[in-house]
């Protein structure tokens, strides 16, 4: 029996495959699901829209708590009415029981209806699972139209004055209402919502402003220290270790450290930052906009050099010694070695370094949280879909800029990965 034999590139594909898996379900798949999630208007505030509802539905547990009280309100203000009055609240409670029949002719709503019943009775909390039930498009339409008219209907009685608690018709109706669920698909309004929306490109302009300033500052300070800490001098081991102190600090503390040393009456750094003329007043670097964006630049220089720093000294270490004295017998200068020696050799790391950076400064969150909250024009994409998510409990319009997000950094590392890769083919290519 002839045995066949995978090919070279059948072999790599198959060894890549289970990496390709792992991605795809730790990378991709919460990418998909905000994505999902963003193309319904969920709210954590709202009963009626905490999860996707697709089709319309009832909540089984708001209604078997809240029927009951629609009925004995009816029943209570007809026995306390005299005349037509009375008559009209005896027809809407015998409405609002036909309305209840035809919703019972459903044998799961019924035993649904039943066991949550029995479930608040007990004081026992009621399974989700058994929470939603899905209406018919006829059964909605019986359901809105009762309720529609009950409430018509007592809104005029308790004008005419024929209600002994008018105030109470308002609340046993919208009780009954809330339980009924609409669909909350919306497709893709928040994104067509977020392209004409002011403060979504201010954040977005807050982002690469902080992204492109702060990365191109630790470049050309991680590069000054990448290059001191390679040369050979007393001590080096000890500055080396010094120089990744503020990337070891965690950010919160460092941001909390920042925002102390900024403070407007005991800041040190604001007071330096007075005497030297750097700013009028010692509370304007919190305050301000201008002020503000800069000292959150700043910290995030402080912070985060040293690991560019870092990056960039291990692509120093791996240029051979000896093209620098081949240089210098050539006559060079340590300009010129810099420019035809260091900076060519160093191009892929800087582009991965540039990369790391870059995608980390756009996804910037903790620190600026920290610092400023976000106020006075330093609020980024991500502080927004923060906000949107989780102070305004609106997980839809937070899913979609979680999404946007996403698809800034995917075209950042794209640019990126093309350019690197394009290097690296060209140096292989050269060689």
């Known amino acids: ?61 708001r209604y078997v708590s809240t029927l009951p009280n629609l009925l004995r309100y009816l029943k209570k203000e007809a026995d306390a009415a005299n005349g037509p009055g009375k008559d009209q609240l005896l027809a809407l409670r015998q409405q609002a029981e036909q309305m209840n029949a035809m919703l019972m002719q459903s044998g799961e709503i019924a035993a649904r209806y039943q066991a949550i019943d029995q479930l608040l009775l007990e004081f026992k909390p009621v399974p989700n699972e058994m929470k939603y039930v899905e209406l018919s498009d006829g059964q909605i339409d019986s359901v809105r139209t009762t309720l529609d008219r009950i409430g018509k209907e007592l809104g005029e009685l308790g004008r005419q004055k024929q209600l002994s608690k ?34 979504m490109w201010q954040a977005l302009y807050n982002t690469l402003f902080f992204t492109v300033v702060s990365v191109a500052v630790e470049l050309v300070l ?41 403070d407007g009456q005991n800041g040190i750094v604001a007071h330096l930052f007075e005497v030297m003329g750097l700013v009028s007043d010692m509370g304007v670097l919190l305050t ?48 010129q070695q810099f420019f035809r020696i260091t900076l060519p ?26 610092l400023t909250g976000g106020a006075n024009s330093t609020e980024t994409i991500t502080i927004l879909a923060y906000k949107t998510m989780f102070a305004q409990m609106s997980f839809g319009e937070g899913s979609a800029l979680a999404v946007i997000v996403f698809l800034c950094v995917a075209l950042i590392s794209i640019g990126y990965i093309k350019i690197l890769g394009a290097d690296l083919l060209g140096e292989g290519g050269g060689r």
């Open 222 to 262: 991680g590069l000054w220290i990448a290059l001191l800490i390679n040369k050979q001098f007393f001590g080096r081991g000890l500055v080396r270790a010094t120089v990744l102190i503020p990337w070891a600090i965690p950010t919160v503390i460092s941001a909390m450290m920042w925002k102390f040393l900024y």
């Open 345 to 370: 050799m160093l191009r892929s790391t800087l582009l991965v370094a540039l990369l790391f950076r870059t995608l980390d400064a756009f996804r910037v969150f903790d620190l600026i949280y920290a």
């Open 288 to 335: 301000t906009k201008a002020g503000a964006m800069f000292s959150v630049i700043l910290a995030d220089v402080w912070k985060t050099t040293p690991f560019m720093a870092l990056l960039l000294f291990a692509g120093l270490q791996t240029i051979p010694t000896s093209l620098y004295e081949a240089a210098q017998v050539d006559g060079a200068s340590r300009m």
């Open 166 to 199: 008018p105030e109470g018709a308002t609340g046993v109706i919208q009780g009954i209402s809330a339980s009924v669920i609409e669909p909350n698909y919306v497709g893709f309004a928040f994104y067509k919502q977020f392209l004409t929306d002011a403060r």
């Open 1 to 61: 029996m002839k045995r066949t034999s995978l090919s070279e590139k059948q072999m790599g594909y198959l060894l890549i495959l289970p990496a390709i898996v792992v991605i795809l379900v730790i990378a991709i798949w919460p990418v998909v699901r905000s994505f999902w999630i963003s193309l319904h208007d969920i709210r954590l505030n709202d009963p009626t829209k905490t999860e996707v509802h697709n089709t319309y539905g009832l909540d089984m547990e």
